[in-house]
């Protein structure tokens, strides 16, 4: 979103939102599945249990809303 001088957040902000959305898809399509693919499923459990104890240490809840 180019910087124009105002606010028009009612406009501007779905713009970003759609970008987002983009990006996220595009993690999801390429990056998330290309790990898959490339990474042994033992070290993406490890990797998702060294996540959890992260986000456990910090006061923040699960990832996503995942329940794994």
Known sequence: ??????THLEER??????????HIRTEEAVL?????????PDVLDAIGVTLREVYAA???????????
């Open 32 to 40: 998330f599945e290309r790990m898959q693919q490339e990474i042994a």
């Open 1 to 6: 979103l180019a910087r124009d001088g105002t």
């Open 13 to 22: 902000l779905p713009a970003l939102g759609e970008r987002l959305k983009a």
């Open 58 to 68: 910090h006061g923040k809840g699960k990832s996503c809303g995942t329940s794994r």
